[in-house]
């Protein structure tokens, strides 16, 4: 029988350190499958197509593969507007930080907008019924996923537009990110979507304690979704660095 490895000084992403934080050994049995998924992400095929952008001669995308979302929308009005014009590295600089702040917001319930509010309130008084079976949590961080997906697909290409105007080898960069997008966006979005259920049985450990579980459920919650923001913005960071020193 395999051994259970020990979580002490588990390292990696913050997310994956979280989850392992959160997931209980003696009864999975088994560390969060999401790291050792994370480390398949490049494929030998993967491998040839970064290959090929490398070499300035990216491969054609299938007709039939599907968008990212939000891949060519406007982020941020009139920022992501003046990205895509090709302005300085100041506005890429305001449009990443006008993003991140937020989904953060929405993320935390510190938003302005009602939604943002109601998708992951603060300081409930006592949990109603619905907020003791785990489905609504789920739904409540795949909407949160699907908005950082959103945003952060339509901030990346808009920096690549501005990035792919400079120089010859900021332009290939900007192909590069495309390429990475295309080859790992799927199993990113994959991974990441197995997230939410990884939190199902530390909900229903804490709901069993009984205590104030559930503002303790939401403050882990809350932290495993700012860790997957983090990792969600990485791209965005470098097309960012990028684009300061072209």
């Known amino acids: 029988m395999t051994q259970v490895p020990q979580r002490t000084g588990f390292s990696g992403p913050k997310l994956l350190r979280l989850l392992a934080s959160l997931t209980d050994a003696g009864a999975s049995g088994a560390a969060p499958p999401l790291s050792a998924v994370m480390s398949r992400w490049l494929g030998w095929t993967d491998a040839i197509a970064l290959s090929a952008a490398l070499n300035g001669s990216p491969p054609e995308v299938p007709s039939g593969a599907p968008a990212r979302a939000g891949s060519s929308g406007n982020v941020g009005g009139g920022i992501g507007a003046s990205i895509g014009a090709g302005i300085g590295a100041s506005i890429g600089d305001s449009a990443g930080?006008?993003?991140?702040?937020?989904?953060?917001?929405?993320?935390?319930?510190?938003?302005?907008?009602?939604?943002?509010?109601?998708?992951?309130?603060?300081?409930?008084?006592?949990?109603?019924?619905?907020?003791?079976?785990?489905?609504?949590?789920?739904?409540?961080?795949?909407?949160?996923?699907?908005?950082?997906?959103?945003?952060?697909?339509?901030?990346?290409?808009?920096?690549?537009?501005?990035?792919?105007?400079?120089?010859?080898?900021?332009?290939?960069l900007a192909m590069l990110d495309t390429v990475m997008e295309q080859v790992l966006g799927t199993r990113e979005q994959a991974v990441l979507a197995a997230v939410p259920g990884m939190l199902e049985p530390h909900f229903t450990r804490l709901r069993d304690a009984e205590g104030a579980w559930l503002n303790v459920f939401r403050r882990d919650m809350q932290s495993v979704l700012l860790a997957e923001l983090e990792i969600r913005f990485q791209p965005v960071d470098a097309l960012l660095a990028a684009l300061r020193e072209s």
């Open 97 to 172: 930080t006008h993003v991140r702040a937020m989904l953060t917001a929405a993320i935390t319930g510190q938003g302005t907008s009602s939604d943002s509010r109601r998708r992951m309130p603060a300081r409930p008084a006592t949990p109603d019924a619905a907020e003791t079976d785990f489905a609504v949590h789920r739904q409540r961080y795949i909407a949160l996923q699907q908005q950082m997906e959103r945003e952060i697909a339509g901030l990346r290409g808009r920096l690549r537009t501005a990035l792919a105007s400079r120089t010859p080898q900021a332009a290939r």
